[in-house]
Nanobody
Framework: QEQLVESGGGLVQPGGSLRLACTAHGFSLAHDAIGWFRQAPGKEREGVSYMGGSDGSIYYEDSVKGRFTISRDRAKNTVYLQMDNLKVEAAAVYYC?????????????????WGQGTQVTVSS
């Protein structure tokens, strides 16, 4: 069964850091385009960061630019989202998504596989 499993969420104080992981089971993420999305209570899902499947392209939404870093470890079949200097407004359920595409994808509708989400809480 193909699935994505996120981990690494938790409670952190403002200004703190977390590293989210998204591991693929039953398929290879090696050449998939990746997207990280988040959804806060009462708000629409929004994109956070994206990585092309094989072209090396990376994109960050303005809200996280300079503080979040997306990366991939093909040997571990895992992608990461390093989140530094977290703000209260970053609190949300974070989802990773994948689709077999060499280029970068930003449209959530174009992703075919989604994880179950991991909760990030930013509070003092």
């Amino acid at each position: 069964q193909e699935q994505l499993v996120e981990s690494g969420g938790g409670l952190v104080q403002p200004g703190g850091s977390l590293r989210l992981a998204c591991t693929a089971h039953g398929f290879s993420l090696a050449h998939d385009a990746i997207g990280w999305f988040r959804q806060a209570p009462g708000k629409e899902r929004e994109g956070v960061s994206y990585m092309g499947g094989s072209d090396g392209s990376i994109y960050y939404e303005d809200s996280v630019k300079g503080r979040f870093t997306i990366s991939r470890d093909r040997a571990k079949n895992t992608v990461y989202l390093q989140m530094d200097n977290l703000k209260v407004e970053a609190a949300a359920v974070y989802y990773c998504a994948a689709t077999f595409r060499g280029v970068l994808v930003r449209n959530a509708q174009e992703f075919h596989k989604w994880g179950q989400g991991t909760q990030v809480t930013v509070s003092s």
